[in-house]
């Protein structure tokens, strides 16, 4: 009795340590707190932490250029796989990196966890908007024209991967609309193939379908969210999808899997609406298709429309608590927008710059062999420019995307349907926001 | 050693084989159907490191195109080279991280672990059972819990982000204080410590010449448990760690792991990783397993 009364105290002892060392405190802060940004006297050091292979050779050079500022490169795994809830804890501890890659859709809950130092002060950084694609600086200054929270580094615009022999063979026309695409659909079906693949949790997929349809899973007014995950243009999407998903037009296969890979590397799946960095993903799932493979800008809405969605994509931010936010801000941008930097990405992650001047990289410009030849990035370039820079993400999108994605499962088995998915998923983030005391408009 | 067993039914399908009166009352069903229960859990836990070492051995064109159990173009030394070659031979680095880390780790926590259960067991003062009953609650506490808490701790002394980070929270063993304690009072005798002050040994020579070597088997155990927890734990890095000549096999896997989707190539590396990195586990049990065999026949005999 006496020993489970005392294992049973150290037990709470631990389980109250860990909550109350654990939960973050949900305080938003709004408006732009840009605090002085000065050059600091003497040497330097920087770290970063970035999942990047390849990031300690962009370092490297940098280091070379500037002696007195020296970057050291750490590194773990990708954000959701741990390194967020790293820089969280390290943030609690007061001793987070100076710099840290942050994707698009975390940024908000950096943002609402007052975890990222405001730039705009910086020198430089607020004129650098006009080197970034547009809507890359919308997600990164939340609106706020006199802030920015990061630095753009990748993106992932939309386009559409298709069998070009294939389509040929069979005389089925490119699909250039979504309402050809589920023609073609159907001709497709009739060969025993499937026109694509719905995935079931790759959310921020179909977030990028209901980001070209004009729609946006959230809004924040400065001090309350909206949540609006069942906007008319998301209905709609999800609407589209699960009249394929019902007439058995498209396959469900869960994604990333050998499954996928393999419907893909023999032919049962004809298309991949994906992003740019997704090229290298069909070269090495499907190897044996090698040449067969073309890329489209992606079916619109309406004909005639020019919308592109986009999928991932990170930026570069500098935590608070740094003590040289002026020198990580200058690495910052020459990371993200010196042709050198953004060369080096590309060819050890396959980064797809968010810079202007990155899409124009000769490296971008060449012919793929596995797609025929076709200079594919051209058509990326294009998507690029046609992004809505409308859409935003939500502070608590890893809850969003399990909430979602398990609602997707089901729909896919017969289920329930990808709308109910997102009606209860909608229901499950206020709750969530809420939770964190985040204010929410209902 | 098998003679010293007779009692133990776990070990009667062998003693059958050598006592031919005593399989009269075994029926062949029995042994029939105990036989297929192991070879279904035989093959359970077998079938999935047959698929590792096959996998590991194709390349990349041929893994996701032929038999997943069985081989193609035999091609895993050439992977291994591939695997080995990438970013520097960092893979090496990390298993000789996690070979110090488990090894280092489980040997001195194994010493803590045997000389703290051996005083529990042999020396009377006040607060023993208060000691040994607080150990025996953090058996209870899971390592992830206590991850969080050490961060911030070894924040406080800037030590995060350094080998001691991972090396000194893995020095302690509650399970091993327990066991050892439990092991120290049932075979070693207080008549032969008794004798060795006698003879005018000191208490830590009594310990490390006598006491030791009756305790082998436990501490063996404790070893294994010590070492494979190490080698396996895989939060306490994650949280810890950023630099990556620091991380463990398993954290570094996981890092690869997690960006296959735009690296395709480091699922290779990934798999054959994994597959190098079960075999420093199988040849410490292989080594281990004769003190370890030895000390379960021990423990029956009282």
């Known amino acids: 009795m006496q020993i489970k009364k005392r294992a049973a105290a150290v037990a709470l002892l631990t389980a109250a340590t860990v909550v109350l060392t654990g939960c973050a405190s949900g305080s938003t802060t709004s408006g732009g707190d840009a605090a002085a940004c000065e050059p600091s006297e003497g040497k330097v050091d920087l770290t970063f932490t970035t999942w990047i292979p390849g990031m300690e050779d962009v370092a490297a050079v940098w280091n070379e250029e500037n002696p007195d ?36 859709d975390a940024l908000p809950n950096f943002r609402v966890q007052d975890g990222l130092m405001d730039l705009a002060a ?13 809507w890359t600086w919308g997600q990164v200054n939340f609106g706020e024209d006199d802030a920015v929270y990061a630095v753009p580094q990748d993106a992932g ?47 921020n997929q179909f977030a990028g379908f209901v980001w070209q349809a004009g729609g946006s899973w959230f809004e924040n007014d400065g001090d309350n969210w909206t949540i609006d995950l069942t906007s008319p243009e998301s209905v709609k999407v999800a609407d589209y999808w699960q009249d394929l998903i019902d007439r058995d037009l498209v396959s469900t296969n869960p994604p990333w899997t050998d499954e996928w890979n393999n419907a893909y590397n023999t032919g049962s799946n004809w298309t991949w609406n994906s992003a740019a960095w997704g090229a290298n993903s069909i070269a090495s799932g499907a190897p044996d298709t090698s040449g067969n493979w073309s890329v489209a800008l992606s079916p619109q809405w309406a004909a005639g429309d020019d919308a592109a969605g986009n999928w991932g994509g990170s930026s570069t931010a500098v935590f608070k608590g740094s003590k040289h936010p002026y020198e990580a801000a200058q690495f910052a941008l020459w990371l993200n927008t010196s042709d050198e930097a953004l060369t080096m990405l590309n060819k050890s992650a396959n980064l797809y710059p968010a810079a202007k001047s990155g899409l124009e990289l000769p490296a971008l410009k060449e012919g793929v062999e596995f797609y025929g030849g076709q200079a594919i990035y051209d058509v990326f370039a294009e998507a690029s420019a046609q992004v809505s820079p409308d859409f935003i993400w939500g502070p608590t999108m890893t809850q969003v995307y399990n909430d979602t994605s398990d609602g997707f499962k089901g729909a896919v088995t017969g289920n329930g349907t990808l709308t109910d998915a997102l009606t209860s998923a909608q229901q499950s983030t206020i709750d969530a926001l809420e939770a964190q005391s985040i204010p929410v408009n209902k | 050693m098998s003679t010293l067993t007779p009692a133990k039914p776990a070990r009667g399908i062998r003693s059958t084989a050598e006592k031919a009166p005593r399989a009269q009352r075994e029926s062949p069903f029995a042994r029939v159907s105990a036989m297929i229960v192991m070879g279904v859990f035989t093959l359970y836990f077998l079938v999935p490191i047959w698929w590792l070492l ?4 194709k390349n990349r064109s041929q893994f996701n195109s032929t038999n997943p159990l069985w081989f193609a173009d035999f091609s895993l030394f050439e992977n291994i080279g591939n695997l080995i070659a990438y970013r520097d031979g960092v893979y090496l680095k990390w298993m000789l991280n996690s070979a110090l880390y488990a090894g280092g780790g489980a040997l001195v926590g194994t010493i803590i672990a045997g000389m703290c259960g051996y005083a529990l067991a042999k020396y009377n003062f006040p607060g023993r059972e208060l000691i040994f009953n607080v150990v025996l609650g953090g058996v209870l506490v899971p390592a992830t819990a206590l991850a969080l808490p050490l961060f911030l701790i070894f924040s406080q002394i800037s030590l995060t982000n350094t080998f001691w980070s991972v090396f000194l929270p893995s ?44 305790m082998v088997p436990a501490l063996v155990t404790v070893f294994l448990f010590q070492f494979v927890a190490i080698w396996n ?28 989707n735009q690296i395709p190539v480091l699922r290779d590396y990934v798999l054959i990783g994994a597959l190098l990195s079960i075999i420093p586990l199988i040849i410490i049990f292989l080594l281990l397993q004769r003190f370890w065999r030895n000390g379960l026949s021990a423990g029956s005999v009282k």
């Open chain 2, 171 to 214: 020095l302690v063993s509650p399970f091993g204080v327990y066991l050892a304690r439990i092991y120290a009072s049932a075979s070693v005798p207080d008549e032969l410590i008794e004798a060795a002050r006698l003879d005018g040994a000191g208490e830590l020579r009594t310990f490390f010449t006598v006491s030791v070597r009756m």
């Open chain 2, 233 to 260: 734990n895989f939060f306490l890095p994650l949280i810890m760690l950023r630099d990556e000549t620091l991380f463990p096999v398993t954290l570094g896997l996981y890092a690869w792991n997690s960006q296959v």
């Open chain 1, 69 to 104: 500022v020296q970057v050291k490169v750490q590194t773990g795994p990708n954000g959701n796989g741990g390194t967020y809830q790293n820089f969280f804890n390290q943030l609690k501890a007061g001793n987070a990196p100076d710099l840290g890659q942050i994707e698009y």
């Open chain 1, 122 to 134: 910086c020198e430089g950084v607020l004129d650098a908007k006009a080197d970034f694609v547009d």
């Open chain 2, 54 to 57: 096959v996998a590991a051995s």
């Open chain 1, 157 to 203: 615009p939309m386009a559409m991967f298709y069998r070009a022999d294939l389509f040929a063979a069979n005389n089925i026309a490119i699909p250039t609309t979504w309402e050809e695409f589920a023609v073609a659909a159907e001709a497709v079906r009739a060969t025993g193939g499937y026109i694509t693949n719905f995935s079931q949790s790759d959310i």
